[in-house]
């Protein structure tokens, strides 16, 4: 069973930056689309940002412009940078291979990393 480890997350004040880390236990390559997900307390999951096994990128409009995604194929590992913080970004943050549409994914969730954004 493939296991997806999210880190980075912590508490940072409004305008300030992060960078979440992704590292599955198999292969990154053995994935199709890698995205990053969050879910805020109340609120249903989203999915933010998803990159290509070829490195093509998209992003939500909810924070495209503020949030990058990127992944390293030597270092095994999918990133999201995250800048200028807003504390509507406060949630817990999550990976997963994207495989449908309606949030279906093709891994058991992890644990995901939070993300606190103070004001």
């Known amino acids: 069973q493939v296991q997806l480890v999210e880190s980075g997350g912590g508490l940072v004040r409004a305008g300030g930056s992060l960078r979440l880390s992704c590292v599955p236990s198999?292969?990154?390559?053995?994935?199709?689309?890698v995205g990053w997900y969050r879910q805020a307390p109340g609120k249903q999951r989203e999915l933010l940002a998803a990159i290509a096994r070829g490195g093509t990128t998209s992003s939500a409009d909810s924070v495209k412009g503020r949030f990058i995604i990127s992944r390293d194929n030597v270092k095994n590992a999918v990133y999201l940078q995250m800048n200028s913080l807003k504390p509507e970004d406060t949630a817990v943050y999550y990976c997963?291979?994207?495989?449908?549409?309606?949030?279906?994914?093709?891994?058991?969730w992890g644990q995901g990393t939070q993300v606190t954004v103070s004001s």
């Open positions: 198999v292969s990154i390559l053995s994935l199709g689309a």
């Open positions: 997963n291979e994207p495989t449908g549409p309606s949030l279906r994914v093709g891994q058991p």
